[in-house]
């Protein structure tokens, strides 16, 4: 019985365009992730884990292409997705938050708060609902994992 795959990138290769000519920043990933599962890119500084992320999304800069490969998701090759129809997909569908530090979340504001806002940009929902949401798309994700931090004490 072969199982549901939600994410498979195969053989997927990232360029930049340059002055000097196209600069290989990632070749040949390939992976799979089936529903329920989760998935770290681990490496050294500068290895391709966020252009890799970027590509999966199509949030690459201008002058990044991916010129092989694919990155099928829930059954559609998002490589091959038009922007509008790519647009729809982004944050309804699938999401990335990262880890570096000019991209981090913000320490001031909850965790929860943050994924609402960036929810409520691609999708008028009411909070309420949005916090029902990760429990009900189809079975993806099973809860909002809580966070929380010390309060300080005064």
Same mark, same amino acid.
């Given at each position: 019985?072969?199982?549901?795959?939600?994410?498979?990138?195969?053989?997927?290769?990232?360029?930049?365009?340059?002055?000097?000519?196209?600069?290989?920043?990632?070749?040949?990933?390939?992976?799979?992730?089936?529903?329920?599962? /989760? &998935?770290?890119? !681990?490496?050294?500084? @500068?290895?391709?884990?966020?252009? *890799?992320?970027? #590509?999966?999304?199509?949030?690459?800069?201008?002058?990044?292409?991916?010129?092989?490969?694919?990155?099928?998701?829930?059954?559609?090759?998002?490589?091959?997705?038009?922007?509008?129809?790519?647009?729809?997909?982004?944050?309804?569908?699938?999401?990335?938050?990262?880890?570096?530090?000019?991209? /981090? &979340?913000?320490? !001031?504001?909850?965790? @929860?708060?943050?994924?609402?806002? *960036?929810?409520? #940009?691609?999708?008028?929902?009411?909070?309420?609902?949005?916090?029902?949401?990760?429990?009900?798309?189809?079975?993806?994700?099973?809860?909002?994992?809580?966070?929380?931090?010390?309060?300080?004490?005064?």
């Amino acid at each position: 019985m072969t199982e549901q795959r939600l994410l498979t990138v195969s053989d997927l290769a990232i360029h930049y365009r340059t002055g000097a000519g196209p600069v290989q920043a990632v070749d040949g990933i390939d992976f799979d992730l089936r529903p329920g599962e /989760a &998935l770290g890119l !681990v490496g050294e500084s @500068g290895c391709g884990k966020t252009t *890799a992320a970027k #590509a999966m999304l199509r949030l690459l800069p201008p002058n990044g292409e991916v010129p092989r490969g694919r990155i099928d998701f829930d059954g559609r090759n998002l490589v091959e997705l038009d922007s509008e129809a790519m647009r729809k997909v982004r944050w309804k569908e699938i999401a990335w938050i990262s880890q570096a530090a000019m991209n /981090a &979340l913000d320490p !001031v504001y909850t965790v @929860g708060d943050q994924i609402l806002e *960036a929810m409520n #940009a691609h999708v008028k929902i009411k909070r309420d609902e949005a916090w029902l949401m990760p429990r009900t798309c189809s079975g993806r994700w099973a809860s909002i994992p809580r966070v929380s931090r010390p309060t300080p004490t005064r």
